[in-house]
């Protein structure tokens, strides 16, 4: 049964509608419209919500309705985390829009021009700058996520007209609002539209950073139904107590009691990481079938009456009605169902163990929990350089350039075959020219020749004349630009020519130089993949196969690359922070994950990051070693390669937040970052984290073409390897800057987990590539 919330013709656009829908739609309840009757009550104000069930009752004035929503979801947080203080600062909030916005915005609207219009005019913007104040050290009005306080003043804001310039933080706070998942469809679609300017003119309402030709269509599928309730949506609607739903999922622990005739299911589908217990007695449908599933492991669908439980730890319970073992557990010998031979028990797990079994730990709850975040930050991650007007561009996995110039790459290659069994694999191999017929004779004792078999004149001077000439068309070539000739494999080497892709191919180490062509035409573009480096590193941080996020911004300097990078982790903090607690709050009481997660992660996006050189950074790790502190390596000299141990150090006892660092010695960068006028640093920037040490490596890059062939030539990479990338800079080149971010190092830094093989699905590693 669903809320309906009756509405008057000219309510049907206004705020308090709005709010209502808003408000409904992120707490996911359903909410059905229907037209107000003419006799309703004056005190409704143009709306009223009737509630569903056998006590339904009327509800009238959008600050109550928002008021009884928020009580009725308590898991959506729309009243704060639940205590009183919050509760309160709330509530007050919801009485300022209505008295302070509301009011005036509607008498605003019937003001004769002049004076009297003037000055609500007046007390409304004075009412917007006591917010922006307020904003200034909040990022919501009550607490650290979105009450509905928030959505009330954003929906009063979007009707009353665009957040002027002199207001940034209320400007600042809305955009983050109405760009929520949840709020934007809703703004989108209201009256002033997304990204349109009020009937009053102004800046756009909504900053939607990429703008298509049209409006993206609502995501409301017309074919595609689950068929089911998911386990996260059941517990965090209270409404549907009374109701009948079906879930499906699989069993964490079963048990029986009074004598056989009952049976507990602790079901999980993997929304979240709390289950819902079932209860089924021996007389419900399938009651046998279930009952011999073999236990934890396996699946089942239930439909049943969802009811409030009675047990501690769980607000809710169903009482089925029909269940079905969808898959039991063969453990059992023979395949006989039984649960002895199950590798994942009821008992706790080491993440080890759960590595060992990789097919089956998205079961276990500390890796279900870090793919949930996984997701929600690949998610955030297309969301904010999207809205920020960035284009995703696919960057190739299959390479013959070395971005890095370090050589750690997979080499792939079909010479091999296909059958790992064979054993008269050949491989082609370069062999020595053959000679031409009469060879020999070239020397011989022609007349004007040399005694003994010399070389003659003539064929001297053809020689050298057939030499300048190929000399010249080389230059010419070169000049012309395009694609130079490879330079012949010395014999013996092995002949790539004959190959897939008729020269040596690697698994990519990064999709920058790729992308940067297309920032070359597009602007602002990013690239998001999978990436690989052959290093033999067998410690927590390092993997053979892992996600990076490239970034790169036309027309700009390390500053803005400084700044977008900054601006892309905290608002990656705050996504999770706000979409998910409920797993951040796991992690922080697990064995496996961080205390003081959530605090650390607030202080994050609380304070700027602290900005400093390289050299800065290497006076004060010099001061902390003669001031007694002992390092692994100790020998602090500019020029080294700081460690993780010096990383964190920095930005964890000396600064406690992250740190910036920037203008890196050349010798240990790579060829393309920007040389800076001293010649001996490069515009380089790294961002060191706590817990993790570096988590973004960026710089300018070099957009000189002299100075770039020069900075290859020194790092050993051979231009004609990236004669494209070295081309970008002759035709239309521009100042241009990125970074580099490492995902799995991003979602560590986020759940605290210590070990990065744990939130990757499959993780790659030297000697491991099982699954």
């Not at 507990?264 to 079932?278: A, H, K, M, P, Y």
Request: a neutral charge; charged letters at 25%.
């Amino acid at each position: 049964m669903a809320h309906t919330l009756l509405l008057d013709a000219a309510s049907e656009s206004g705020s308090g509608a709005l709010k209502c829908r808003t408000a409904f739609a992120f707490a996911g309840i359903k909410l059905e419209e229907g037209k107000l009757g003419a006799n309703a009550s004056a005190t409704t104000r143009g709306l009223e919500l009737i509630t569903p069930g056998a006590n339904s009752s009327k509800i009238g004035q959008s600050s109550a309705i928002l008021r009884y929503v928020a009580k009725l979801s308590p898991y959506s947080n729309l009243y704060g985390p639940g205590d009183r203080f919050t509760k309160a600062q709330v509530d007050q909030w919801l009485d300022f829009v209505w008295a302070e916005l509301d009011v005036p915005s509607a008498a605003l609207t019937i003001a004769p021009e002049g004076d009297i219009k003037k000055s609500i005019q007046g007390d409304i913007a004075k009412s917007l700058s006591i917010v922006d104040a307020h904003l200034v050290e909040h990022t919501y009005l009550a607490c650290d996520f979105i009450t509905v306080a928030d959505i009330s003043l954003a929906c009063s804001i979007l009707a009353a007209g665009p957040v002027s310039s002199s207001t940034p933080n209320l400007s600042r706070w809305f955009t983050t609002i109405a760009n929520h998942p949840k709020i934007a469809p809703l703004f989108g679609g209201s009256s002033s539209g997304a990204g349109a300017t009020s009937a009053s003119g102004g800046t756009p309402l909504v900053d939607l950073g990429l703008q298509l030709s049209g409006v993206p269509p609502p995501v409301a599928p017309t074919l595609y139904k689950r068929g089911r309730i998911r386990i996260k949506e059941l517990l965090s609607t209270p409404s549907l107590i009374g109701s009948t739903v079906t879930v499906s999922g699989w069993s964490r622990t079963t048990r029986n009691a009074d004598a056989g005739k009952l049976l507990f299911v602790e079901l999980n589908d993997g929304s979240t990481s709390l289950s819902i217990q079932c209860v089924m007695k021996n007389t419900s449908t399938g009651f046998d079938n279930c009952k011999a599933s073999g236990g934890t492991g396996a699946s089942f669908t239930f439909t049943g009456e969802l009811v409030e439980s009675e047990g501690k730890g769980q607000s809710c319970e169903i009482q089925v009605i029909k269940g079905e073992c969808v898959g039991p557990v063969y453990g059992g010998e023979n395949m006989a169902i039984g649960g002895a031979n199950y590798p994942l028990s009821k008992k706790s797990h080491g993440l080890e163990h759960l590595r060992q079994h990789a097919h089956l730990r998205p079961r276990a709850k500390v890796h279900a929990a870090a793919m949930r975040i996984r997701h929600a930050m690949a998610f955030a991650t297309h969301k904010f350089f999207n809205d920020n007007g960035f284009l995703y561009i696919h960057t190739p996995i299959v390479t013959c350039a070395d971005c890095e110039g370090a050589g750690e790459q997979f080499g792939i290659t079909t010479m091999l075959g296909t059958d790992p069994h064979k054993t008269d694999v050949k491989v082609p191999y370069v062999e020595e020219p053959k000679k031409k017929e009469g060879a020999e004779k070239e020397g011989g004792n022609e007349k004007g020749g040399e005694e003994g078999g010399g070389q003659s004149n003539k064929a001297k001077k053809k020689a050298a004349k057939k030499a300048a000439a190929l000399a010249k068309k080389a230059a010419m070539e070169a000049a012309k630009g395009g694609k130079p000739a490879d330079d012949p494999l010395p014999v013996g080497a092995v002949d790539y020519s004959k190959d897939f892709f008729g020269k040596r191919a690697n698994l990519t180490v990064s999709g920058q130089l790729n992308v940067e062509t297309h920032c070359c035409a597009l602007s602002d573009v990013y690239t998001f993949g999978p990436t690989f480096r052959a290093e033999n590193s067998h410690t927590s941080r390092h993997l053979a196969e892992f996600w990076m996020i490239e970034p790169e911004i036309a027309f700009a300097d390390l500053h803005t690359d400084m700044d977008l990078a900054e601006d892309y982790i905290k608002y990656c903090v705050k996504y999770a922070l706000e979409c998910c607690k409920e797993d951040l709050e796991f992690f922080e009481e697990s064995q496996f994950g961080e205390k003081g997660l959530i605090k650390r992660l607030n202080n994050v996006i609380e304070s700027p990051f602290k900005r400093l050189t390289y050299t800065e950074g290497i006076e004060l790790l010099k001061k902390t070693v003669a001031d007694g502190h002992q390092f692994e390596e100790s020998k602090i000299e500019w020029g080294m390669d700081l460690g993780s141990e010096h990383e964190r150090y920095l930005c964890e006892t000396i600064f406690k937040k992250p740190v910036i660092l920037t203008d890196y010695p050349k010798d240990i960068k790579a060829f393309y970052m920007k040389l800076n006028p001293d010649e001996k640093t490069v515009a380089a920037a790294d961002i060191l984290v706590p817990k993790i040490g570096e988590l973004v490596g960026g710089s300018q890059r070099e957009h000189r073409h002299d100075v770039l062939l020069e900075r290859c030539k020194q790092s050993g990479l051979e231009p004609k390897a990236i004669w494209w990338y070295l081309e970008l800079r002759k035709f239309g080149t521009m100042p241009h800057a990125g970074f580099g971010l490492g995902f799995e190092r991003l979602i560590l830094f986020i759940t605290g987990l210590e070990n990065i093989r744990d939130v990757i699905p499959f993780p790659r590693t030297p000697g491991v590539a099982e699954f």
